[in-house]
């Protein structure tokens, strides 16, 4: 089984995959795509590398039992796809604490409040395969547990069901 953590900059990924208890091989896309030098240029204006997702699809191709973390991770082939979501107010701090640019963190913030990531998660693998979890007020701890959920098997497939177009 491949399963797939996604989100926004800032919505706990890496923080929860750190603590889930899995036997997947873990799979942090963005330290793969800068080690291996998956990219096919940089985006001047957000300061950011492009990933070469054709090049992540054959780095990733044959292996299975995978649990990969990024904000790119929905966009590759995989069974379930955990959305973590996450206020955009409370993104925002997260990001400003990073020391991100404003620019950024709005750019990201805006995102969140319009769904973006969770749009193209269910346009790619259909809403049978998503489970959107709030991230908002759950400690690390867990999130970790509902991604462990989903990994069981326990939870069911989630969409919609988190909104945060007040912020807007």
């Known amino acids: 089984m491949r399963v797939a953590v996604t989100g926004t900059p800032g919505t706990g990924k890496t923080t929860a995959v750190e603590r889930v208890e899995t036997d997947l091989e873990v799979v942090h896309l963005n330290d793969v795509i800068r080690e291996q030098g998956l990219v096919t240029g940089h985006d001047e204006e957000r300061d950011s590398a492009v990933a070469d997702l054709d090049a992540v699809a054959d780095y990733l191709d044959g292996r299975e039992d995978l649990l990969v ?14 959305v973590l979501r996450c206020h955009p107010e409370e993104l925002e701090r997260r990001l400003r604490e990073r020391g991100e640019p404003a620019a950024k963190v709005e750019e990201n913030a805006e995102s969140e409040a319009l769904d973006v990531i969770l ?10 395969a998503v489970y959107e979890v709030d991230a908002t007020d759950r400690s690390p701890d867990e999130v970790a547990a509902a991604i462990e959920a989903v990994i069981a098997g326990e939870r069911e497939p989630q969409v919609g069901t988190v909104s945060f177009v007040d912020y807007l």
């Open 69 to 82: 973390e990024s904000h790119l991770a929905h966009n590759v082939d995989v069974d379930r796809v955990v």
């Open 119 to 128: 749009a193209e998660a269910v346009e790619r693998h259909g809403e049978d």
